[in-house]
């Protein structure tokens, strides 16, 4: 009998391979098709620029990066890349700068440090959206220190630290960044713990003080303690531990890395300093500052000794003109500033050409300068921390040295105007008169002005009433009358003779006496 043979038996496995086969191919080609066809994923941002930050951060510094700003602005940019590299500065245009980057909104703003961000530096960062580092980078360190009168370095008050404490907290927020981490970097006593939320599982970094302020401080698990917050420590972190602790966004070894990791199309633009940059940096240096102010204080008593020629006056306007347009762009000069200085230089005039002698209008010019140029200098009004005081300081010694070279080279023009080439062409000398003798003698010479009923002519001699700087009054014959020194100071009491006449205009020279 014939054995019955299963079914199963017969089923060719090969046909059932081929199935799965063909489907396989199947979906791999419909998901290649689909490939093919999806739209590509667009890039996070479109134009990226780099503003360098380097260095000490200043008003000057302040400034230039705000036009940096603004040139990425004009460019069109969405991302501003800015690449600190800095110890850091001053408080006050720290925190400027990191509430000016705060409240940027046509563009992503993250700060890159290839190598340290502390003090102020780390404040820019943290006023950024982003925080990028390299992984040995530095970042915190906000102790707040100011000079003492023995000119060394000290914490500053409880006061002043409170204040920078409370703004670095804010800045810490708006970028959901941990505040207390931020504030350990100004608070040494301030110790963070990691905390874990028992209810959502959150992780977050807190005080002792935020805790116990909380709503439910029961619902904290506190942890571990942040190492770097130690008491008698300000937090300090490089870029490894700063990802760790949220502080940063990631770690990048260099501008490609970041690029990458930012999704540039292309690679972003460095803005470089202009020539305006450089040129306000160097004329904010204090030698420069007072080698404008030596040649302009100069340059104006040549215009005083001898007014009319405009060229002393040109070069004086040119120096004072480049000092303030410096000091504007430097972020420390307003426009009372050159209102004081302008109102000095007028009253200054008056002593000079309306009242000569030297009296309370040519001391109230002389103050109204000396307030205008010292007060463009600084930023501030008032000193209120040794800082400013020191500065303030810096700002007078410059003043003081320029107006004793000053003073010695007016000694010197003064003696020597007439002989020195080129300042011996801007004293106005005596035309001689065409009705006088072959032999050069004057007593023809009927070339006068009258006054009081009487007829002054060159050659007659008087004795001067007033010092003539140049402007003053003499007396000839018990008339007194307006005269022009030709160049050089004359005191008071001394012999002089008249020179020259063009009409009302009487131009004196001083007697020497045997």
């Not at 038996?9 to 998901?31: D, I, N």
């Not at 630290?161 to 970028?175: C, G, H, K, P």
């Not at 970094?205 to 942890?223: L, N, R, Y």
């Not at 870029?239 to 760790?244: F, I, K, T, V």
Request: with cysteine; hydrophobic share 45%; aromatic share 8%.
């Amino acid at each position: 009998m014939t054995q019955a043979i299963p079914y199963r038996a017969y089923t060719p496995r090969w046909w059932v391979a081929l199935l799965l086969g063909l489907a396989t191919l199947g979906f791999s080609a419909s998901l290649w098709a689909d490939q093919e066809h999806a739209e590509p994923e667009p890039a996070r941002f479109q134009k990226g620029v780099i503003i360098r930050f380097e260095g000490m951060i200043t008003p000057i510094i302040e400034q230039f990066f705000y036009r940096q700003l603004a040139a990425a602005e004009r460019a069109g940019a969405d991302l501003v890349i800015v690449e600190i590299d800095s110890p850091g500065g001053l408080v006050d245009p720290s925190f400027q700068i990191a509430q000016k980057l705060r409240y940027v909104d046509w563009a992503q703003t993250v700060a890159f440090v290839p190598r340290k961000a502390l003090s102020g530096a780390a404040v820019v960062a943290l006023g950024c959206d982003q925080i990028y580092m390299h992984p040995d980078a530095l970042l915190g360190n906000v102790g707040v220190m100011t000079i003492g009168r023995d000119s060394l370095f000290r914490y500053a008050e409880e006061k002043i630290r409170t204040d920078v404490a409370i703004q670095l907290r804010d800045l810490a927020e708006a970028s959901d960044r941990p505040p207390a981490l931020a504030e350990a970097m100004v608070n040494m006593d301030l110790v963070v713990y990691q905390v874990t939320n028992r209810q959502t599982g959150e992780q977050t970094f807190m005080s002792d003080d935020e805790i116990e302020a909380s709503q439910d401080p029961q619902v904290w698990e506190k942890g571990r303690p942040v190492l770097e917050s130690r008491e008698k420590n300000f937090l300090e972190v490089n870029g490894r531990r700063a990802l760790e602790l949220g502080l940063a966004e990631g770690n990048a070894l260099g501008r490609s890395e970041l690029i990458n990791l930012l999704g540039l199309i292309e690679p972003p633009v460095v803005l470089e300093p202009t020539a305006v940059d450089t040129a306000v940096f160097i004329l904010n240096l204090p030698l420069v500052t007072g080698l404008l102010f030596v040649i302009g204080l100069v340059a104006l008593y040549i215009e005083f000794a001898a007014p009319g020629i405009s060229i002393g006056g040109l070069i004086a306007v040119l120096c004072f003109a480049l000092f303030f347009w410096s000091r504007f762009l430097g972020g420390t000069a307003e426009i009372l500033e050159v209102v004081l200085f302008l109102a000095g230089v007028l009253f200054l005039a008056i002593e000079v050409f309306v009242f000569p002698g030297f009296g309370v209008s040519g001391l109230t010019g002389l103050l109204l300068i000396s307030a205008g140029l010292v007060m463009a200098s600084q930023d501030f009004i008032v000193p209120q921390t040794p800082r400013q005081l020191e500065s303030m300081g810096v700002s007078m010694l410059v003043l003081a040295s320029s107006g004793l070279v000053f003073l010695m080279a007016a000694s010197v023009l003064t003696r020597y105007f007439g002989t020195i080439p080129f300042f011996n062409r801007l004293i106005l000398k005596p035309i001689p008169d065409d009705r006088s003798s072959p032999d050069g003698n004057r007593d023809g010479d009927n070339r006068g002005v009258e006054t009081g009923g009487r007829k002054f002519r060159v050659g007659d001699k008087g004795i001067t009433m007033t010092a003539l700087r140049p402007a003053g009054k003499a007396s000839f014959d018990d008339e007194t009358l307006d005269v022009l020194a030709d160049g050089s100071f004359v005191p008071a009491g001394c012999s002089v003779r008249i020179d020259e006449i063009q009409g009302s205009r009487i131009l004196v020279s001083q007697i020497e006496e045997a």
